[in-house]
């Protein structure tokens, strides 16, 4: 049985999937154009039959075989001998019909659905122009050949032919609004869905562009580290080895003297720098550890990490501290990297201080969804110019005579609070010591 779609489908009639969307308007428009003049030329064929009238019968019968020509060159695929055989074909139509049955038809509406069908199907302006002339020109030419020759069967027109032709061409022209609207419509969806992938694939590039840049940083920095491990590894590593090898030879001809005070004072020697070359490179491990791609945070009480770093530097050192801390909360924070952070500024405020008890006051706040800690101290300070630099690696302000340290401390909490997506920095206290002044974000855990 058929059904609703099926009538739906047959404007589609050689409509393929590899089209363009304008050809196939132009082709729905022309079968389209068919299946409404059809019906029409089927009523007088079948009203001629039965009034037997035989020759008009035909002629009606032939209209319509020769106009579904225009389905099977669609079929097929002759999308452009369609066009062209369509316009033809009612256009000769229609002259004939104005011919046969004159002005009683009143055929100016059907002139009119052929302007705006050939209008709307001919790519080229000035062609469809020059169309819609000659097809006002042929029809004002066979209006005004009437006036000498009568139409020789314009009594045969029924009086309600003028009606039925006039809704036909409204129902036609309305159906070519309709398409066009729709194929208006579809080109702004298509407009507007073009804008946003544009809209989407900028933003992607810029996106891309800035993780670029920020990669290229990333990459400068890099180098600027490897550049500097480069360094320590031809230097500062090597320092303490040629020490050793040095006094190990010096031990030897020593002991083979029998000096055995020189031994001893030799073998301190070897110690000292042995300790100092294990310090390095545990320094060196611990920083390249923090490399990784992502950390593992917890929520952890900093007022625990704190005491426990104290306990560790109080067994370590062993001598009278004061270190204090106030205002400390849990965070989200890797437990291991924040208690390497509290330990090296801890001991840094110990170690660069000539003060009988060295003193490191701990104050923590929160303000504006961020942690903040100021590590205060009673130490020698830090002059203002190289306040930026001792976050660098292997940057030190002096000499291992006079203040043991691999210079690795600071860089290393510098890196640890980047890996927290925070800051650190230092001022001078209005004591001459340091403050060290940490912030992290609250909420890191959502990062």
């Not at 009238?53 to 209209?63: E, N, Q, R, S, V």
């Not at 009437?146 to 036609?172: G, H, K, T």
């Amino acid at each position: 049985m058929l059904n609703v779609n099926f009538f739906r489908k047959l404007p589609s009639i050689g409509v393929k999937d590899n089209l363009d969307r304008l050809t196939i308007q132009k082709i729905r428009v022309t079968n389209g154009f068919f299946f409404m003049i059809t019906p029409v030329l089927i009523y007088y064929a079948i009203y001629n039959l039965i009034n037997y009238d035989g020759k008009f019968a035909a002629f009606y019968a032939l209209a319509i075989l020769m106009s579904s020509v225009v389905l099977g060159l669609n079929y097929y695929g002759k999308y452009e001998a369609a066009k062209i055989y369509s316009i033809i074909f009612n256009v000769l139509n229609g002259f004939i019909l104005q011919y046969l049955f004159g002005s009683g038809l009143v055929l100016e509406t059907i002139v009119i659905v052929f302007v705006v069908f050939s209008a709307y199907i001919i790519d080229s302006k000035p062609r469809a122009i020059s169309l819609v002339m000659l097809i006002s020109m042929g029809f004002i030419l066979l209006k005004y050949f009437e006036q000498l020759y009568p139409a020789p069967y314009a009594e045969r027109v029924l009086f309600y032919s003028p009606v039925i032709l006039f809704v036909i061409s409204v129902i036609v022209i309305s159906y070519f609004i309709f398409e066009r609207r729709t194929e208006i419509e579809l080109h702004l969806i298509e407009k507007n869905n073009f804008e946003k992938r544009l809209k989407n694939k900028n933003y992607e590039l810029a996106k891309n562009k800035n993780l670029i840049e920020a990669q290229n940083v990333e990459l400068e920095v890099k180098n600027n580290e490897l550049n500097q491990f480069a360094y320590i590894a031809a230097h500062d590593l090597r320092t303490p080895i040629r020490s050793v090898l040095s006094f190990s030879q010096l031990a030897k001809m020593n002991l083979d003297k029998k000096n055995i005070g020189k031994v001893h004072e030799f073998l301190d020697i070897i110690t000292t720098s042995s300790t100092h070359l294990n310090d390095l490179i545990k320094d060196l491990l611990s920083y390249s550890l923090l490399e990784k791609d992502s950390i593992d945070l917890e929520l952890v009480d900093l007022n625990e990490l704190f005491d426990s770093v104290v306990m560790l530097i109080n067994d370590k050192l062993k001598t009278p501290l004061n270190i204090k801390a106030t205002g400390l909360t849990t965070a989200y924070v890797n437990p291991l990297q924040f208690k390497l952070l509290f330990q090296n500024l801890i001991e840094n405020g110990i170690k660069y201080n000539r003060d009988n008890v060295p003193e490191v006051m701990v104050k923590a706040s929160q303000q504006n969804g961020r942690h903040y800690m100021q590590f205060i101290d009673n130490g020698i300070g830090i002059e203002d110019k190289y306040q930026e630099q001792i976050f660098e690696i292997f940057k030190r302000l002096h000499t291992s005579e006079e203040f043991e340290g691999s210079g690795l401390g600071l860089a290393i909490c510098n890196k640890i609070m980047d890996r927290h997506h925070g800051t650190i920095s230092v001022t001078r206290s209005s004591s001459a010591g340091t403050i060290f002044t940490i912030d992290w974000p609250c909420d890191l855990a959502s990062f």
